[in-house]
């Protein structure tokens, strides 16, 4: 009775366990990621800053508009209101409202607004680029998973066989048909495998605590991953690496955020030409005051003053540049070494990413070649394993020449999966690179 209350309580637990576990789908770990990655908030924020700099470029071409108000005390001579000096002691308040708009600057502000849209859309594309990123190594992250799960199957599954091929042997030496000795062979082979299957679980919680650190989460012991159904689905010979390169080159962020920067560096040769030209502003004023004066016997009410003290003015301004000690063409010459440099960035990410897609095509060809092989590897060993157990039975092999040939069927069917997820994160990064 004691015995079976434990038992019942073990088999809650596991259960409670089990049923804590969260199986995640891959896009559950991509939605994850994208939302606790921290370099990706960081990036959100830039873009953020840059739709703050883009309607400020934009809020420029509006008017201004102050307010003010003055209280003074004057002690000897005095201002008056008739704008005259008295040898009075006198306060004064002024109130005044002023406004202006600048009417041209050279196209400035409409430059500075292009440049800072161009920044913008850039700003978007890097959030882009870095989601991608994102995306790729939760995918490396979640495959190594499914492949080290997979290893683990296969060492649980070899270590069964040879524990099954034990138990026929003790009954084989029961029945005085095999000598005592020829059991050690065996023994031996399931000590081999114990450790192999070890070592695969250790590599799969590593892989794990890897895909937890990726999505940014505070343990992994409770997670486990889904296999895809989808996950050979695609084929390597639908598009060449060429083929993949032209439709990068249209679509990829990093491209695209190249381009953006040097559109902004070309507006802002025109932002600093614009130094070269004269600039109009328009401008309003309207103003009044009270006055205090202390050699006058009576003075006229607040409100009679505010009413009657009102003066208006608006003005033209025209500012004409004519020597500014050589700063408006080293800011043009600056901006000129900004769009080379801006070319020289566009030329290299292109360069990179070529680079990057056809690493990733001539890696997705080897890892299906050997993946191919694999499985014709696998098929002989599994012949070779079946033939050296017939003849084992029979009396014509021994346990060493059955075990060989199981080390190799196990060899091969590890190398098998190996390829196989390497075909499918090769196939991936072609995927994201188009």
Not at 19 to 43: F, G, H, P
Not at 67 to 76: C, R, T, V
Not at 279 to 308: E, H, K, R, V
């Amino acid at each position: 009775m004691r015995t079976n209350y434990f038992l019942t309580i073990i088999l809650i637990f596991c259960t409670l366990q089990i049923s804590a576990q969260r199986v995640w789908t891959l896009q559950e770990c991509v939605d994850t990621a994208l939302m606790n990655n921290r370099n990706i908030k960081q990036q959100r924020l830039n873009y953020k800053s840059k739709v703050i700099s883009y309607n400020q470029a934009k809020s420029d071409r509006l008017p201004n508009l102050n307010a003010s108000i003055g209280q003074n005390f004057n002690f000897g001579r005095s201002l008056s209101v008739d704008n005259t000096y008295q040898n009075s002691n006198s306060q004064n308040t002024s109130f005044s409202v002023s406004s202006g708009v600048n009417l041209y600057n050279g196209f400035r502000m409409k430059n500075a607004i292009e440049a800072r849209q161009a920044e913008l859309m850039a700003a978007g594309a890097d959030v882009q680029k870095i989601e991608k990123d994102i995306i790729l190594n939760v995918s490396a992250a979640f495959l190594q998973v499914l492949q080290n799960k997979e290893l683990l199957r296969n060492a649980d599954n070899q270590l069964q066989i040879t524990r099954e091929n034990m138990a026929r042997r003790k009954e084989l030496i029961e029945a005085g048909k095999l000598a005592q000795g020829e059991i050690f062979e065996i023994q031996a082979q399931e000590a081999k495998e114990e450790l192999s299957r070890v070592q695969a679980e250790n590599q799969l919680q590593l892989s794990l605590l890897d895909l937890a650190q990726v999505l940014e989460l505070d343990h992994f012991q409770d997670i486990d991953v889904a296999v895809p159904v989808n996950l050979l689905e695609n084929e390597l010979a639908l598009l060449s690496a060429d083929e993949v390169y032209i439709s990068a080159l249209a679509s990829r962020p990093e491209i695209r955020s190249a381009q953006y920067r040097l559109e902004s560096s070309l507006k802002n040769i025109e932002i600093a030409r614009a130094g070269y030209l004269p600039s109009l502003s328009l401008g309003a004023q309207w103003g009044t005051g009270y006055y205090n004066m202390s050699n006058m016997p009576t003075n006229p009410s607040f409100g009679t003053q505010f009413s009657n003290n009102i003066s208006t003015g608006v003005g033209l301004s025209l500012s004409i540049p004519i020597f500014n000690r050589y700063e408006v063409k080293n800011q043009v010459e600056n901006a000129k070494l900004n769009v080379e440099s801006s070319k020289i960035d566009i030329e290299y990410t292109k360069i990179e990413l070529r680079k990057t897609i056809q690493q990733a095509y001539y890696n997705a060809i080897a890892a299906k070649n050997r993946w191919e092989s694999s499985q014709k590897s696998v098929t002989a060993n599994e012949e070779s394993y079946r033939f050296a157990s017939q003849k084992f039975e029979v009396g014509r092999a021994n346990q060493y020449e059955v075990n060989l040939a199981k080390t190799n069927l196990s060899q091969s069917i590890s190398e098998q999966t190996q390829a196989k997820y390497e075909y499918v994160f090769r196939m991936k990064i072609l995927e994201l690179m188009k």
